[in-house]
């Protein structure tokens, strides 16, 4: 991933295609509250960097590329929103908290609070 609107984009379609397998830029379009030719712009390139198979007014599928780089970019938000539930923000903010933090931390740093969240989520039990 290059940019956080590619990021963004791919991260959507991943989850549009959880339950079918394929999605279509206006659904896309609507997830993000955008104009479908921006969606349909952003595919475009999503497809020239190998992340998924598109053709114009047709679905949009995940190529083995784009579904590992969807899964961890899900990962890295639902890590964000466990961390930030974690220390206490509350639950109304922590979505859109998170989508602000997300494209501000390293792979590695995303690791590390995983471990971390994971780690305190263990002791809790104890």
């Known amino acids: 991933m290059t940019t956080r609107g590619m990021e963004d ?20 379009a609507e997830a ?40 961890q970019l899900q990962e890295r938000k639902q890590t964000l929103e466990r961390f930030l539930s974690r ?14 933090l997300e494209h501000h931390f390293s792979w590695e740093t995303i690791v590390l609070i995983r471990e971390f969240v994971e780690q305190t989520e263990e002791n809790n039990k104890e």
Do not use: C
């Open 9 to 28: 984009h791919l991260k959507q379609i991943y989850r549009l295609s959880e339950a079918q397998g394929y999605t279509r830029v206006t659904d896309v």
């Open 32 to 71: 993000l509250s955008i104009n479908p030719s921006a969606a349909s712009k952003m595919a475009r390139r999503l497809a020239e960097a190998g992340h998924i198979e598109y053709e114009k007014y047709g679905w949009i599928f995940l190529t083995p590329q784009g579904e590992q780089a969807g899964e």
């Open 87 to 100: 220390i206490g923000v509350p639950e109304q903010r922590v979505e859109t908290e998170s989508a602000n």
